[in-house]
Each structure stands twice: as structure tokens, then as C-alpha cells.
T-cell receptor, first 119, second 115 residues
């Protein structure tokens, strides 16, 4: 079946511009996550949705970053007034449940990411 | 943000050799995971560990969850060229019996296998 898809695959923008990154999770997955991966680093958590609501947005670096998931499926990560330091690969993942019971893990399936370059 | 300490950063080995990499943390995680990432792709789960001391195998892969819940290792036996990629450890925490969804990742180990 279809996995997590992300669009665009690459985005080049100029400093100060606004960008939107889209994530289509696996059908039926209630939990959705955004991570940011800088060159040579592991992914870093940004925000996690359970359904339509943000259950944990503690990873968003500042108020220029915002994400929505209005119908509990597709999510959009929005970045205002982009800076060169925002350049990274933005990964989206989804899972069947956001929280597992003790002793289990609800696997997060990752999309291929959007590579954002801010000039 | 916090990342797990993963080592080594990179490894160059001959096909057929065994590989070992490990991950440590200053805090406790209730679930440890090992992922592999190929260029242009997202990470793919290899092994999940749920209990302290647990040893789990998946084909040529073996991983262990440390007794203290602050470390884990991954072994790959008899490496083959398709093992090339970046390997990440990741941890997930529980609080009050509820799992947090977010994962905390290590910095990655770049594996190169020479035929």
C-alpha cells in the first residue's frame, strides 16, 4: 500500500520568504509527526499530532514555525520569514496510534522528506 | 535539542565482516529503536526493544537494550554491500504509563561496505 508521501521533494526559497511543506500520512494513521534533519545529524522532533490536535509541539524552534492538520489526515508545516539556518530535510512520519501501551511501540513510518534550501 | 550519543560516527569494512555500533544516553528511555536510512529516503525501522536487558534478532541483525535503560548496541553479522547506509538509534520515553510519541535520535553511524 501507499506509504507516507511528502511534497515538494525539494524546495528552494529566499531568505525571508514563507514556505509550506505538505505531508500525506498512511491512510488510517491517527498520529503524525514532523522531524527536521540537518546535514550529518539525526532527525530532531518538531511536533506531533494525535488526530487534529497538536499533542506535543515542544520541538518547534520558535514562533516562525507552525503546523496544522485540520481534518486529521494531511498536515502542513508552515515556516514564516525563512532563515538560512532553516535549511534541512523535513521528515514526516505517521503511526497507527500516537501512544503505545506499556511494552509496545507503534511504529512510525517515515516519508522521504522535503529538502528545504534557504538562500 | 537532545540527541543520543552514537558511536562510531563512521565505519569502513570489508564484505563479510561483522559490525557493532552503540548508543548511550544520560536519561532513561523505555523503548529503544534502531533505524536505517538510505540516501533520499526516510529512516526505516530495523529492530524495536522494549525491556531492559532484552536481546532481539532480526536476520543478521542483533540488538540489545541495556540494563540501565540508558544504552543499546546493534550488531550486523556477515555484512553485505546492501548494508551500506546510515544507522540511527532512537529512544522513546514513557511517563505515567503513557508513551510519548516523539523519538529522540542519535547522530548516526555511516556504514560503508567494500566488496
Amino acid at each position: 500500500g501507499a506509504g507516507v508521501s511528502q511534497t515538494p521533494s525539494n524546495k528552494v526559497t529566499e531568505k525571508g520568504k514563507y514556505v509550506e511543506l505538505r505531508c500525506d500520512p498512511i491512510s488510517g494513521h491517527t498520529a503524525l509527526y514532523w522531524y527536521r534533519q540537518s546535514l550529518g545529524q539525526g532527525p530532531e522532533f518538531l511536533i506531533y499530532f494525535q488526530g487534529t490536535g497538536a499533542a506535543d509541539d515542544s520541538g518547534l524552534p520558535n514562533d516562525r514555525f507552525f503546523a496544522v492538520r485540520p481534518e486529521g489526515s494531511v498536515s502542513t508545516l508552515k515556516i514564516q520569514r525563512t532563515e538560512r539556518g532553516d535549511s534541512a530535510v523535513y521528515l514526516c512520519a505517521s503511526s497507527s496510534l500516537g501512544t503505545g501501551t506499556n511494552g509496545s511501540y507503534n511504529e512510525q513510518f517515515f516519508g522521504p522528506g522535503t529538502r528545504l534550501t534557504v538562500l | 535539542g537532545q540527541q543520543l550519543n552514537q558511536s562510531p560516527q563512521s565505519m569502513f569494512i570489508q564484505e563479510g565482516e561483522d559490525v557493532s555500533m552503540n548508543c548511550t544516553s544520560s536519561s532513561i528511555f523505555n523503548t529503544w529503536l534502531w533505524y536505517k536510512q538510505d540516501p533520499g529516503e526516510g529512516p526505516v525501522l530495523l529492530i524495536a526493544l522494549y525491556k531492559a536487558g532484552e536481546l532481539t534478532s532480526n536476520g543478521r541483525l542483533t540488538a540489545q537494550f541495556g540494563i540501565t535503560r540508558k544504552d543499546s548496541f546493534l550488531n550486523i553479522s556477515a555484512s553485505i554491500p546492501s548494508d551500506v547506509g546510515i544507522y540511527f538509534c532512537a529512544g522513546q520515553k514513557n511517563a505515567g504509563g503513557t508513551s510519548y510519541g516523539k523519538l529522540t535520535f542519535g547522530q548516526g553511524t555511516i556504514l560503508t561496505v567494500h566488496p
